[in-house]
């Protein structure tokens, strides 16, 4: 007497597969302190994949190249905390001047107000408008991606294996996989993808960080570098990154200058993030990411819960990879057609034709 293989109802599958998803996830979140530098690793390895290829190209050896961008990586990270560090210095020799300044301001404010018959207590506002905690938000800010620089030798280490395995990987899927051409063309799209992405993505955020740089030097306002590099750095993260990048400066101009001032700041983080974000961005990266704009939001809040500042920063590309991984599999096809955004418009213009050509009777 054999055993019959016990079928399941779709709603087990679906409680089952969501059991899963829920146990993987948290293994994920648990293990963030080894992930969240694997990744950043990963990324890391694909923005510079084509500078080893390139050096193979040339038939020159591949350790040259992995050996200056691991020195590019390192003066990077060392200089971000050199510049935090400063910044930091600079703000705490300045502080007793930036408050007496706030308080100056606080005392015109409370007269104002009361002239017009609205009661404000500055020893309120000064205690919750504390210029200390200006700099405390920019540290906090950047803080999380410093603490990057104590998992630096790691994340090299691991950027160095990748690279180094660029030249074999072919070779391994063509010996991993049945139909290797297949498999290639896979990783091959995906790599171009992502690679395109973050690329074109670096260069508008050194665009966007110079601009912002240079303005706030022009207005004369105090760590112009620092609210530069802010700027660089969070102009990664959809949406959101370019207002949480403004805030600090904003504060800054309040702080050393007037109410004034910091409006012009204002204006020239509007002009330089809605000129880069909404006119140059979109004829750079083409017709889109593939994504639609409620998913980028919403991943931007799920890798920011699930990996932390750095799912942030990642949260557009771990996405794509997701979707390019769904569209490989016919069963999640569909959650691939749901991530989509223009591209939607692509997919039913090709089935339209694809329907015209098939009606168009054969001669």
Do not use: C
Not at 79 to 99: C, H, W
């Amino acid at each position: 007497m054999t055993d019959q293989p016990t079928m399941l109802s779709p709603v087990s599958k679906i409680i089952l597969v969501a059991a899963a998803i829920i146990i993987i996830l948290a293994g994920i979140k648990a293990a963030s302190v080894i992930v969240v530098p694997f990744l950043l690793a990963l990324f890391i390895s694909i923005i510079f994949q084509p500078v080893i290829l390139w050096f193979q190209h040339k038939g020159l050896p591949p350790y040259v190249a992995i050996f200056a961008i691991l020195l590019v990586i390192l003066i990077a990270g060392f200089g971000l905390a050199g510049l935090i560090m400063q910044s930091v210095n600079d703000f705490t020799v300045k502080l007793p001047e930036y408050r007496e300044k706030l308080t100056a301001q606080f005392s015109e404010l409370t007269h104002i107000a009361g002239m017009l018959n609205i009661n404000l207590d500055s020893s309120l506002l000064e205690q919750h408008l504390d210029p200390s905690r200006l700099m405390s938000m920019a540290v906090n800010i950047l803080s999380s991606l410093g603490n990057m620089l104590t998992n630096i030798v790691l994340i090299l280490l691991i950027v160095a294996f990748m690279l180094g395995e660029t030249a074999l990987m072919p070779r391994k899927i063509g010996l991993a996989f049945p139909h290797p051409e297949k498999q290639m063309q896979r990783m091959s799209t995906m790599l171009l993808s992502i690679n395109k992405y973050l690329a074109l993505k670096t260069m508008l955020s050194l665009v966007t960080g110079l601009l912002v740089g240079i303005g706030l030097w022009l207005l004369g306002v105090d760590h112009f570098i620092l609210w530069a590099v802010v700027a660089f750095l969070f102009n990664y993260i959809p949406n959101i990154g370019s207002i949480l990048a403004a805030i600090p400066a904003v504060i800054m101009a309040l702080v050393q200058f007037s109410p004034i001032m910091a409006g012009a700041v204002v204006v020239l983080y509007l002009v330089i993030n809605v000129s880069i974000g909404n006119v140059i961005e979109p004829r750079v990266m083409g017709r889109g990411l593939g994504l639609s704009t409620l998913i980028v939001f919403l991943s931007l809040l799920f890798w920011g819960w699930l990996l932390g500042p750095v799912g942030m920063l990642l949260s557009v590309p771990l996405t794509m990879m997701v979707k390019i991984g769904f569209e490989e599999n016919p069963g999640t096809r569909w959650l691939a057609i749901l991530l989509s955004g223009d591209e939607i418009n692509r997919m039913e213009e090709g089935t339209s034709l694809q329907e015209t050509q098939a009606d168009v009777p054969k001669s």
